[in-house]
């Protein structure tokens, strides 16, 4: 089945260490989008692609960062992560920019 | 500016009842319109979607959800609650390239 899948789906890193989220998919939707989600609240847009045009957000941090090498994947860095980066982090993809959005199961990132 | 609001952060519903949830939108031109659910630690995933059209939309798992244009919303219904429609719902709408999500309802079912 065509799908966006998500690794690891739990990541515990300590404070400071740089951590890697990836995404994949086998859909070949041209937009993936990073997605952050805290507890109890709706997902937070962190930035997407469009093919391989990267589009940032104004409010996301620095400290974030993303690439796609390929259609198929896309990976999010966090380079410092802080406490308040624990979060979930969802990945999606969509054919069309402003569409319908398929969501990976999303990883867990827990801070220490 | 555009954005998309859920009113009740919290319904119960007892199993075997019917369920609504509100969802009302702030676009200026015919907005395109979904409904996700999160169970939890999970993902989203898409129960329906409005473009044009029929305003009366059918979706996957039981649910429809009618586009009122006057009134601005775009609520989700069900006829009878299961005890695993628990989860939470999250209304959005397209915003340029991306999509505005409302704050998210969360449904509690009783047996």
């Known amino acids: 089945d065509a799908m966006v899948i998500q690794n690891p789906r739990y990541q515990v890193t300590q404070f400071g260490k740089p951590v890697t989220l990836s995404c994949s998919q086998t859909l070949n939707h041209n937009v993936m989008y990073w997605y952050q989600q805290k507890s109890s609240q709706a997902p937070k847009l962190l930035f997407h692609y469009y093919d391989k045009d990267f589009n940032n957000e104004a409010d996301t941090p620095d400290n974030f960062q993303s690439r796609r090498p390929n259609t198929s994947f896309c990976f999010l860095d966090i380079r410092s992560p802080g406490l308040g980066d624990a979060a979930m982090y969802l990945c999606a993809t969509s054919r069309v920019a402003g569409r319908e959005q398929y969501f990976g199961p999303g990883t867990r990132l827990t801070v220490t | 500016a555009q954005s998309v609001t859920q009113p009740d952060i919290h319904i119960t519903v007892s199993e075997g009842a019917s369920l609504e949830l509100r969802c009302n939108y702030s676009?200026?031109?015919?907005?395109?319109l979904f409904w996700y659910v999160q169970s939890p630690g999970q993902g989203l995933q898409l129960l329906l979607k409005y473009f044009s059209g029929d305003t009366l939309v059918q979706g996957i798992k039981g649910f429809e959800a009618e586009f009122k244009r006057s009134q601005s919303s775009f609520n989700l219904r069900k006829p009878s609650v299961h005890w695993s429609d628990a989860a939470e719902y999250f209304c959005a709408g397209r915003a340029g390239n991306k999509l505005t999500f409302g704050g998210g309802t969360r449904v509690l079912v009783k047996p």
């Open positions: 676009y200026g031109a015919t907005p395109y």
